[in-house]
């Protein structure tokens, strides 16, 4: 049984569906990430499973219990909210101590429990510490330790490293990853970051206007983009219309080889910008390198053909050609994927 | 409006607020239903001790054999003499508001953007006239610039037969309003919104007239109109400074009540207060709701810095002038005359309000007794005050319908409403069973609380609002009920508003006249009461006793604004 169902949700502010009967299940023990553009209805995905946002139709399922009517303070789940809201009239140690104390919790467990978790999060000793006082990574591990405290059957994470600088985010994801594998929690989080939710994720939620587009696990979701939405959400805009007829499609940007168990007939082509090899400008189709972005271990190329859309092409830093440099290009099947809308 | 009532009279049980919606809670409709119950104590409150009183007395004075007599308003409406004291009133109150703007504005800059030692005993010494008893405002212009006063003494200057005693006492009076309406948002607007302007090319006038004034704006608009709301209805100023001459509104209600007891004219007199304030309060709650747009707020210790170059050292030493000629010298005047007895300078006076027999007559007991009196109604006052307007404000916590609009507008009406007029409305309504409050001493804290309450909504409700409600959600995730999310969140949030709200209430219901000087017992007057009283009277030993006790009323109101100022925070409301 799935610890947590979501049977069509439906949320309304006014006219507008922010939530569009969706559906999700997350088992025990796993860590679902929601990713999706701002405004896609993520966040108050989380606020109808915590009752903090009451659903116009369909229902919540914690262990298989329906939770209509139920308020937030019995649901028994955590969330760490986006600026974590911990409470500034209280030092560390009163913020983490606060669940357990509403569920009256007794002094020294809750003290054993508080020094336990804030050896966990990495701050050892920072009970009396004020909360004002706390850089933003520090408030972090705090507000992750006040909503891990009470042992939530379920924790939900608000773009939970939205604030942090790179470094420190990219650090932080594997942090997270190892402890929730440690302590078996089942996590729900949602965030805009693919790169965190990968990183973070046993499966990805990809979310549009309120709908799911796509769910997966995140390698299959990074190598087979359901639709273009989902393709360009994640960065990838070598898109183009194409006719498929066997192991060949006709596209705008000349005959493109796409995998064996391609469907045939219409549809859109991703090309990745891996699979955009760059050849003498004789071998390929002719296009002009219109610009480059300089992306760390490679060099993204963008091109301009005669007709159709730009490409970008992934290459090596030496191998990169100039701006204004005529080029040719010829496309890679592995890294072809036929979008379904 | 609450007026229109006509078949209130006398022997009627008092109207009572709509409880309904508090007892059938709709599962849908539940916030609201939460929010009426909240409104339902300050409702009937407002109901029977404002709404009543101020009702009947109106109805009393405009009927006669059981019919209205709406012609009357008419006649007293068409009287020259009625026409000059409106007349009067209005422009009076345009002027006190324009010259408080001209001297306190800079002030507000001053106390918003410089850093200076000494500035918050400063900030709180400037905001002590704001609460002191308009009965010892008076007394104090009388000793600066009356007759015999400091200024006569010196060069045989006297104000107090023209217009400007009484202007002057109005900016000392409300230059706090200003400094603290206005310099408090300006402390907390960012600076480099003006930098942004700065950088994109503006000059440093233009960066400041089109981006910090039309963020101050409705601050200003705001001020200005609760100056004029305050000079509107000025009564213990006037009273005692305007000589037979000049009188507002409030003077005239209370001169034809209580003396010429023409309460008809009286009754048209209130409506016609009554109309002016209610719009006054329409156009301030417009202005108020455009000035909680959003800004940018920052934090106010961080945007005031060390004056720099002459320019800024000039603004600053006049600022420091004006306080000292127009907030310091009055109340040392005030102290300096209660000391100089017919013996030279000694505790003569402050001997004499001891005992009850010295004063001629003017006492039934020794006015030191005043002192007592007073600290315990306006204890009860307070605590009245704390009660109603806490489930007020909480009620209004949340912004928006036009219900709470109209709620919020409501609770400010008394400020604006004639208090002689309540204070008599209480003595013919409150005296029949089952409100049979006539000897009981509860009537003077209640009316003193009626001025109380607005007080404690505006310092309250903006800290409520404040307290944001994420931190509310967060609590309930974390297993908190409702109730005890806002016992553990709201109420640590808000404890120190709640005190400074009740350090105000205590002020004000401590200085209240108008209203106490019709329902206080002979045998028991509060310090304003017994402060006019012996202003009234003609001699030496009542002027200098007067001096005495408003001496030390003063001293009572500015230890309780102290210890305020100590607990003050930036956000805390708009006085």
């Known amino acids: 049984m799935s610890l947590l169902r979501l049977d069509g949700v439906t949320v309304r502010f006014g006219t507008r569906a922010v939530l569009d009967a969706v559906d999700l299940e997350v088992a025990e023990h796993e860590t679902v990430c929601v990713l999706g553009p701002s405004g896609s209805g993520k966040s108050t995905l989380l606020r109808v499973v915590a009752g903090l946002q009451p659903v116009d139709a369909g229902r919540v399922l914690l262990s298989g219990g329906d939770q209509t009517g139920v308020p937030t303070h019995r649901r028994e789940v955590g969330l760490m909210f986006q600026d974590h809201q911990l409470f500034p009239q209280r030092d560390v140690g009163g913020n983490v101590a606060f669940g357990l104390r509403m569920r009256g919790t007794g002094r020294a467990e809750t003290e054993r429990r508080v020094t336990e978790l804030l050896d966990l999060v990495g701050l050892p000793g920072a009970q009396r510490r004020s909360v004002a006082a706390l850089s933003g990574g520090e408030q972090q591990r705090v507000a992750l330790a006040r909503a891990l405290a009470p042992r939530p059957r379920l924790l939900m994470l608000d773009e939970p490293l939205g604030q942090l600088d790179r470094s420190l985010r990219e650090r932080l994801v594997v942090e997270l990853r190892e402890l929730f594998g440690r302590l078996g929690t089942t996590v729900l989080a949602v965030t805009h970051d693919q790169g965190e939710a990968f990183a973070l994720a046993d499966r990805v939620v990809v979310m549009r206007d309120g709908r799911i587009a796509q769910v997966g696990t995140p390698l299959e979701v990074w190598q087979r983009p359901a639709s273009e939405f989902v393709a360009r959400f994640l960065g990838f805009d070598n898109v183009v219309p194409a006719t498929v007829a066997g192991e060949r499609a006709d596209t705008a940007w000349g005959e493109v080889p796409v995998p064996p168990d391609t469907p045939e007939g219409e549809c859109k082509l991703l090309v990745r910008p891996g699979g955009v090899r760059l050849v003498p400008v004789a071998e390929g189709l002719a296009c002009e390198v219109t610009g480059r972005t300089f992306r760390g271990d490679h060099v993204l190329v963008l091109l301009r053909p005669a007709d159709g859309p730009e490409l970008e092409a992934s290459c090596g830093l030496r191998a990169a050609p100039e701006p204004g440099e005529r080029v040719g290009v010829a496309f890679d099947a592995h890294d072809v994927v036929a979008l379904r809308d | ?575």
């Open chain 2, 1 to 575: 409006m609450v007026l229109d009532r006509p078949e209130v009279t006398v022997s009627e049980k008092p109207p009572r607020a709509p409880l309904s919606g508090s007892r059938k809670p709709r599962r849908t409709m539940r916030p609201t239903a939460v929010r009426l119950g909240l409104m339902a104590v300050p409702l009937a409150f407002f109901g029977v001790f404002f709404a009543y009183p101020v009702a009947a007395i109106v109805s009393r004075g405009l009927r006669e054999d059981g019919r209205w007599q709406l012609g009357r308003i008419g006649d007293v409406l068409g009287d020259p003499a009625t026409l000059h004291v409106l007349w009067f009133t209005t422009w009076q109150a345009l002027a006190s508001t324009a010259l408080t703007l001209a001297l306190a504005l800079p002030g507000a800059y001053v106390f918003a953007r410089f850093d200076f030692p000494g500035k918050r005993l400063l900030r709180a010494v400037v905001t002590v006239p704001f609460v002191l008893p308009t009965v010892v405002v008076g007394a104090a212009f009388l000793a600066l610039v009356g007759r015999g006063g400091l200024l006569d003494e010196l060069w045989g200057v006297r104000l107090d037969t023209t217009v400007w005693a009484i202007l002057l006492a109005h900016v000392f009076f409300n230059y706090a309003v200003v400094v603290r309406t206005v310099g408090g948002l300006w402390a907390q607007l960012d600076p480099r919104q003006e930098e942004a302007a700065r950088v994109l090319g503006a000059g440093r006038f233009a960066a400041w007239r089109r981006v910090t004034l039309p963020a101050l704006a409705p601050a200003v608009a705001a001020a200005a109109l609760m100056v004029f709301l305050f000079t509107f209805t000025s009564f213990g100023v006037v009273q005692i400074l305007g000589g037979p001459r000049y009188s507002t509104l409030e003077v005239e209600i209370y001169q034809q009540t209580a003396q010429l007891l023409d309460l008809p004219t009286a009754a048209v007199l209130t409506l016609v207060q009554f109309v002016a304030v209610a719009v006054l309060l329409v156009v301030h709650g417009r202005t108020v709701r455009r000035r909680e747009s959003a800004l940018r707020l920052v934090d106010a210790a961080r945007t005031a810095r060390r004056p720099r170059g002459a320019a800024q050292w000039t603004l600053l030493g006049s600022v420091l002038a004006v306080v000292a000629l127009l907030v310091l010298l009055p109340l040392a005047v005030l102290v300096l005359r209660s000391f100089d007895g017919p013996d030279g300078y000694g505790l003569a006076f402050y001997r004499a309000l001891a005992s009850a027999g010295d004063n001629g007559g003017t006492f039934v007991v020794a006015p030191l007794e005043a002192i007592g009196n007073s600290l315990g109604y306006a204890l009860a006052a307070t605590g009245i005050a704390v009660v109603v307007g806490g489930l007020a404000a909480a009620a209004l916590t949340r912004r928006g319908s036009r219900l709470t609009r109209g709620f919020d507008a409501l609770l400010m009406l008394p400020l604006g409403t004639s208090a002689v007029t309540v204070g008599f409305g209480f003595l013919i309504t409150l005296d029949e069973p089952p409100l049979d409050l006539r000897t009981s001493w509860i009537l003077v804290p209640l009316a003193q609380a009626l001025v109380g309450v607005p007080f404690v909504v505006r310092t309250m409700l903006p800290v409520l609002r404040a307290v944001d409600a994420r931190l509310r959600e967060a609590a309930a995730v974390l297993g908190a009920s409702p109730l005890r999310a806002w016992r553990e969140v709201d109420l640590p949030m808000v404890a120190r508003a709640l005190g400074i709200a009740a350090g105000f209430a205590f002020a004000v219901s401590l200085g209240e006249f108008g209203a106490t000087v019709f329902i206080a017992r002979p045998d028991s007057p509060t310090l304003p009461v017994a402060v006019a009283r012996l202003l009234g009277r003609p001699g030496e030993l009542n002027y200098g006793q007067a001096m005495a006790l408003s001496t030390i009323l003063m001293l009572v109101c500015a230890a309780a604004l102290l210890v305020l100022e100590r607990v003050r925070t930036d956000r805390s409301g708009e006085f």
